[in-house]
């Protein structure tokens, strides 16, 4: 079992974490990962990282982030970006989300530096219904 430092329920958590990379995919955001760093990090149990296509793409996402959080009981903590949004981070403590303009990902590398982290399937098997987005 790995140590996980979150007072939240593991099970909601993985939840949460797992809606979170399905909305990324579900609004078109690239190379989408979730990723398990449980007693690897001990600032939170999930990384998750895509790619963004634009930056009013990756600010409305950062939003709708934000939205499924309050839904699931996990309020955002922080959001930051630089200043031409090509990396926004939503952290909700337990989940910290990375959107990334496709270069500052290659520059910046999170899986390298989260290399030794399982990642979490999040895949649906059929595709989620239309409508939104």
Known sequence: MSLSYTKSDPNQLRDFAVEAARLLADRRCEDVRLLDVRGLS??????????????RQMKSLAGELED?????????????RDVSATWIVVDFVDLVTHL????????????????????????RDEPPASGGG
Do not use: K, M
């Not at 001990?42 to 930056?55: A, K, M, N, R």
């Not at 699931?72 to 930051?80: G, L, M, P, Y």
């Open 42 to 55: 001990q600032v939170c149990d999930y990384v998750l990282i895509g790619s963004g296509t634009s930056d």
């Open 100 to 123: 990334f303009e496709p270069g500052q990902r290659a520059y910046y590398d999170l899986e390298s530096l989260w290399s030794d982290a399982p990642d979490v399937a999040w895949q």
């Open 68 to 80: 499924l959080g309050a839904t699931h009981a996990h309020n955002c903590f922080r959001s930051s």
